[in-house]
């Protein structure tokens, strides 16, 4: 079946520091692949999506490029904020499919 | 626009008690869904529906009914509320979209069963 994996966290970086969260996956077919992001107390929210093989998904600064080859999503952030502290999860759709697929979460923390 | 919209936000249960989660949306999607979110654990699908009348399971079913009568509503019920249910619920919604679409959150509510 579909899954997503996420490296585990958490992670912690001081401010302007390079971020990467690795996620792959497995999948039939081309699935579209999506970043969530959840801040504290909060529901999850879009961050950036890519839907076909060689995609950039990019929002706010986070960037994320559909690797087929690799079946990967890794998301990265040049200069990372302490508002960017918050839960990320990678997730995947089938084509033409309904459900959602979610990686675990990986949770960031950035020191001032 | 609201948005996705859940009450109540916080939610304390006794075992055995019955209770519904309330979701709406304002957005005419067709697709809304439930999940629970556990530590370490992501988000895990308990029922969905993909329009009015129509309902099926997700991974976690078990303890939980739903129904669909209009657009905007999909509440959740929890029959006997057991200690393993004390997780945070969230409710989203989506259009079809051939799965390209992105799903909006509600902004969760967090049961506690005692």
């Known amino acids: 079946g579909n899954s997503v994996t996420q490296m585990e966290g958490p992670v912690t970086l001081s401010e302007e520091a390079f971020l990467t969260i690795n996620c792959t996956y497995t999948a039939t077919g081309y699935p579209s692949l999506f970043w969530y992001v959840q801040y504290p107390g909060e529901g999850l929210q879009l961050l950036l999506k890519a839907t076909k093989a060689d995609d950039k998904g990019s929002n706010k600064g986070f960037e994320a490029t559909y690797r087929k080859e690799t079946t990967s999503f890794h998301l990265e952030k040049g200069s990372v904020q302490v508002s960017d502290s918050a839960v990320y999860f990678c997730a995947l759709k089938d084509t033409g499919g309904f459900k959602t697929i979610f990686g675990a979460g990986t949770r960031l923390f950035v020191k001032a | 626009n609201a948005g996705v919209t859940q009450t109540p936000k916080f939610q304390v249960l006794k075992t055995g008690q019955s209770m519904t989660l309330q979701c709406a949306q304002d957005m005419n999607h067709e697709y809304m869904s439930w999940y629970r979110q556990d530590p370490g654990m992501g988000l895990r699908l308990i029922h969905y529906s993909v329009g009015a009348g129509i309902t099926d399971q997700g991974e976690v079913p078990n303890g939980y009914n739903v129904s669909r009568s209009t657009t905007e509503d999909f509440p959740l019920r929890l029959l006997s509320a057991a200690p393993s249910q004390t997780s945070v619920y969230f409710c989203?919604?989506?259009?079809?979209?051939?799965?390209?679409?992105?799903?909006?959150f509600g902004p969760g509510t967090r049961l506690t069963v005692l």
């Open positions: 989203a919604s989506s259009t079809p979209g051939e799965g390209k679409n992105e799903q909006f």
